[in-house]
């Protein structure tokens, strides 16, 4: 799929956002209208001065994405993801870098909004709350041009599509939270423009809805020719849909693959599940196979632990982890290996990040 | 932890009146860092009280001469006198009247409002908070007229009277904050989140400003909106605080229609009048915004997150 | 006493389309308890925590919270019961820095002076905001956000915590130390927890007790590991066994591992190796004994993966029963 030219091209792209605007007593100041020019004199006549640092949000970024592909953005909270989403979707100037998105250079943004659809975070902000949900969603056609009879057809299409059919005829103040994403998803669904990005679309998804969506994402949107960039913070839900996937950490791509490419870095390692009942901790360190461990205790009579344990993928592994988990007592209930995912990928790279900061 | 109730109650033994107290102190805390944070609005502020005050002396220095005639022989001889009461007051009731529903809606949309009944104060206590903000705003607005009055445009008042006239604005200030609360009420209660809440439109946009008397007196009016006008406290309220402060005003020449029927004193007429409506409308404000917070509880409009 | 005892709610919202919300939900909620509340989106959830803590009337039933009647006394419920919605930003106002927030707040719980500073210092802390402390709440992250509004939450010290979908928008991080909060609310402070999550690990990794709503009634509320063991699903234990003595291998008798359903096996990759599959319905009991049996007899353990049955089968199973309902 990773044939001819890109659809989405990034070259260089870094972001910084200016530092808050402080007075000197350290209180903030919040600018409206015609304060605006009376800031820029305050600011001269240094009663005002600007805060701390700016703050560096993406640091050359260079990718490329291809038509029909489904892409997916991975990375813990204020790694990046949303500045570089925005960037894509025309809302945002990068400080540095060019790019081109489905033909367009960067800089034609109000050419580029017209290419996409976007579904923000906190998008259930922009929903009129007095209309229904379908009105909603048909308004949205109407307003970006389309005729009457077709908004008609696509706004059934997709409510269809996110399951909202019955309770479309709600106003949006009726919905339940899920309800309300579902509303911005079908809305996001409705123009079939090339290219739709999602920030962290399965947010507030009941389990069963959820992997509707997902399956709407990675298999229905790419048969209509769609081309996708999927951030969620849940990283399995991009190891099943996504053809290639990114991994930011502190504003940077820190490894662009498919999902089996990126997990090399940890071959040769395997994750151990267990849950124990009863039993201390054990005295001693982990044996060698044992790489890493994660342990959580759960709340309730039981006294159940859940232990969660890299391993080398040794014959005597196991054995070596569930003889130390036992060492301190209790049984074991439940023991599960399997190979890493994205997730273990993700965990893996936190230790050095908090040796950083 | 586990009994965190009966510690609560024993830690504080001052009890639940102590506690809204710092509560209000509270809000009165952080209206003042969101206050200080929009500072450079203030400045907007000064230039705009400076341009209404500037606005009435030049009008002032048409009718020069002719006022006394104008303003009718109850309000002495001085425009500037007689308006700076008027702009002076205004700010206050303006905020007594308004603010309720204003500040409710601000608290519903984003999201404090429940979280401000999900404690152990009352449901009136945020109201009293969000009040708070007047002090702020109105207090140095009230000294900054009156100096620019004074000081620049030729204001003069009498003082003898200062504690009757202070009476007489507490009194209109409650009455308007009743009408405040019936129409922050309507919140919940009509389920107004939206638009022009009525009540608010109608006493402070079209009653107080036109009929009011506050730029001219009320007997330049047609008499049927002379009466209309005694319908609300700000009409009294301008006209006993003119008699006590203005300088060659009379206590006992009647203006309003009310007081020439009545047979009392003009000042009498205006305190039984702002204290009926004040007994009248307080009550009736506090009923009808707790029933419309229950009302709201019984609905599910309460709050906007689901 | 029962810290949450209520019986027969229901409630429609009026309205043009009156949906049905909640229908005869009857709750015992012990002390101590966390309780996760499941079911798809509209399922009535959120109406159920809204009743709970009386922010919403119910049109039927009753009851007690925190001892106090639901119906006459819900002021008093609602100043004794803590809350955190699903959007982090509600109550939080951006005016006012992290520590701010919470500085006006407290007053509201009746703490002042050094006390308050104590305990504004003491969240802080164990929320991880400290070094946020001075910043504007859009300036921090979603995950730090979240965690100011339970913050914001835990200044009262009640006993009894709402917390509707407390994760939503959390990176893996900020999972981690939202559940570690829950977790030591509850097993260190006793404090009772009523949760709403779509993610079903975390159901069973926090919750003591599940209560599935599907459509405004409960479809299922028991002990979480009851609810798993309820549903008579079975799945396969497989394990690779380096064989004691390469000659002879005798399988274990299902009878002997509880809950085992029939125990297949088959000679292995490697000469000594023997692969073993036993299907369980109810793979906690089995596992075990299990493992017992083979360090008993003194093979090798090489491998072994299971797929127990989880909250995430309990929802499918549920929610398809629901749906075949008429
Ligand atoms: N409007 C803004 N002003 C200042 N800083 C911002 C703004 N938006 C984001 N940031 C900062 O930029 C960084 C990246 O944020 P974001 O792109 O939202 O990350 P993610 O989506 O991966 O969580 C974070 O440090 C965040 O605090
Ligand atoms: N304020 C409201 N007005 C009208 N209907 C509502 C309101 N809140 C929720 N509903 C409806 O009640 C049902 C249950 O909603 P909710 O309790 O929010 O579900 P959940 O939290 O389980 O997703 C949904 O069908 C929803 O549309
Ligand atoms: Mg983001
Ligand atoms: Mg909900």
């Known amino acids: 799929m990773t044939v001819g030219a890109p659809l989405i091209r990034l070259t260089g792209i870094s972001k910084t956002y200016p530092a808050a605007e402080l007075s000197l007593r350290g209180t903030k100041l919040v600018t409206q209208g015609p304060a605006l020019w009376a800031k820029q004199l305050a600011r001269a006549a240094r009663l005002t001065a600007v805060s701390g640092e700016p703050v560096r949000a993406l640091t050359d970024v260079t990718l490329a994405v291809y038509p029909g592909e489904v892409f997916g953005l991975i990375g813990p909270n204020g790694s990046g993801k949303t500045t570089l989403v925005k960037i894509v979707a025309g809302l945002l100037r990068p400080s540095t870098g060019t790019g081109e998105v489905a033909g367009v250079d960067l800089a034609q943004a109000a050419i ?124 399995d839900a991009i190891e099943g849909i996504a053809r290639r996937a990114a991994i930011m950490k502190d504003g940077r791509l820190v490894g662009v693959g498919t999902p089996a490419e990126l997990l090399e870095s940890l071959s040769g390692l395997k994750v151990v599940e267990l849950i124990s009942r009863g039993g201390a901790q054990p005295e001693t360190l982990p044996p060698r196979p044992v790489r890493a461990v994660e342990q959580v205790l759960r709340p309730g009579p039981l006294g159940l632990t859940q232990w969660h344990l890299t391993v080398e993928e040794r014959p005597d592994a196991l054995e070596a982890a569930l003889g130390w988990v036992l060492s301190g007592g209790g049984e074991i209930l439940q023991v599960a290996e399997h190979a890493p995912h994205l997730a273990d990928l993700l965990a893996a790279q936190a230790p050095d990040e908090q040796e950083a900061g | 932890m586990a009994s965190s109730v009966s510690e609560q109650q024993g830690r504080h033994p001052e009890g639940a009146l102590v506690r809204e107290a710092r509560t209000l102190w509270a809000f009165a805390v952080r209206e003042y860092r969101i206050w200080q944070s929009y500072r450079v609005n203030q400045l907007m502020w000064l230039v705009n009280i400076f341009v209404t005050t500037l606005l009435f002396f030049l009008m002032g220095l048409m009718v020069k001469g002719k006022a006394a005639a104008l303003i009718g022989g109850a309000y002495g001889t001085n425009y500037m006198s007689f308006i700076v009461v008027a702009i002076a007051l205004s700010t206050f009731l303006y905020t007594n009247l308004s603010d309720p529903y204003t500040r409710i ?137 003119r008699r006590l402060m203005d300088p060659g005003a009379r206590l006992t020449v009647p203006v309003l229609p009310i007081q020439q029927v009545l047979p009392w004193s003009p000042l009498v007429v205006d305190a039984v009048a702002l204290s009926a409506m004040t007994l009248i409308l307080l009550p009736l404000g506090f009923v009808l915004y707790g029933q419309g917070i229950e009302k709201a509880r019984r609905n599910g409009t309460l709050t906007r997150w689901q | 006493m029962a810290v949450i005892d209520v019986l027969g709610i229901g409630k429609r919202y009026p309205g043009r389309h009156g949906t049905l919300a909640l229908e005869g939900v009857d709750l015992t909620l012990g002390e101590g308890a966390v309780l996760g509340l499941l079911g798809p989106n509209g399922a009535g959830k ?166 599935f709503l599907e459509r405004g009634q409960i479809r299922r509320h028991a002990q979480t590991d009851e609810v798993l063991r309820s549903l008579g699903i079975v799945r396969p234990i497989r394990l690779v066994l380096g064989l004691a003595d390469r000659a002879v291998f005798t399988p274990p008798e299902p009878t002997a591992l509880a809950a085992a359903e029939d125990v297949s096996w088959d000679v292995g990759a490697a000469p000594n190796e023997v692969s073993v599959t036993v299907r369980s319905s109810d793979v906690l009991a089995t596992t075990p004994a299990l493992l017992a049996w083979v360090f008993g007899q003194g093979h090798r353990l090489l491998g072994m993966a299971s797929a127990p049955v989880t909250l995430d089968d309990a929802f499918a199973t549920l929610s398809a029963a629901g749906e075949a309902k008429p």
């Open chain 1, 112 to 235: 580029i909004r017209r290419r996409v659809s976007y579904v923000s975070t906190t998008g259930w902000m922009g929903l009129e709350w007095a209309l229904t949900a379908e009105e909603n969603v048909r308004f949205f056609g109407l307003l970006c041009g389309m005729s009457p009879a077709l908004a008609r057809q696509r706004t059934l299409a997709a409510l269809g599509d996110v399951g909202l059919v019955a309770d479309g005829r709600k106003a949006v103040s009726e919905l339940s939270n899920g309800m309300r994403q579902r509303v911005i998803l079908a809305r996001a669904l409705l123009l079939r423009t090339p290219i739709v990005l999602l920030d962290e679309p399965t947010v507030g998804l009941d389990p069963v809805h959820r992997r509707q969506m997902l399956e709407l994402v990675g298999e229905t949107l790419p048969k209509r020719g769609q081309t996708v960039i999927i951030v969620d913070h849940q990283a």
């Open chain 2, 105 to 241: 809606a601000r608290s519903y949309y984003n999201g404090t409002m429940d979280l401000l009944l999900l404690s152990p104060m009352s449901i009136f206590t945020p109201l009293f908070g969000f009040m708070t903000k007047s002090i702020l705003d109105d207090y140095p607005r009230l000294l900054i007229v009156g100096a620019f009055g004074v000081f620049l445009f030729g204001a003069v008042f009498r003082f003898q009277h200062i504690l009757a006239a202070l009476g007489f604005t507490a009194l209109a200030l409650a009455a308007a904050f009743g009408i405040g609360m019936i129409s922050a009420s309507s919140f919940y209660l009509l389920n107004i989140k939206r638009g022009t809440e009525p009540v608010r439109f109608i006493v402070q946009q079209l009653l107080a400003t036109l009929l009011a008397g506050a730029y001219y007196p009320v007997t330049v009016l047609p008499k049927p909106l002379q009466w209309i006008a005694c319908l609300i406290p700000h009409t009294y309220v301008f006209d006993a605080l």
């Open chain 3, 46 to 211: 959120t109406t159920l925590i809204k009743i709970l803590s009386g922010l919403l009337v119910p049109d039927s039933g009753g009851g007690t919270v925190l001892g106090y009647d639901l119906l006459r006394q819900a002021s008093r419920i609602r100043a004794e019961v803590s809350l955190v919605a699903p959007t982090a930003d509600v109550g939080i106002d951006n005016n006012l820095t992290v520590r701010q927030n919470l500085v006006f707040w407290a007053p509201v719980y009746g703490l002042h002076g050094a006390e308050a500073r104590q305990r504004i210092d003491m969240l802080l802390a164990r929320l991880d905001l400290e070094k946020k402390a001075g910043d504007w709440p859009m300036h921090i992250s979603a995950g730090q956000r979240q965690r100011l509004a339970l913050a914001r939450s835990l200044l009262a010290e009640n006993t009894l915590v709402f917390l509707d979908e407390p994760t939503n928008k959390l990176d893996a991080d900020g999972v981690r130390s939202v559940r570690d909060m829950i977790r030591d609310l509850n097993m260190n402070h006793g404090v009772t927890v009523v949760l709403t999550t779509h993610v079903m690990e975390e159901a069973e990794e926090l919750c003591s007790e599940i209560m």
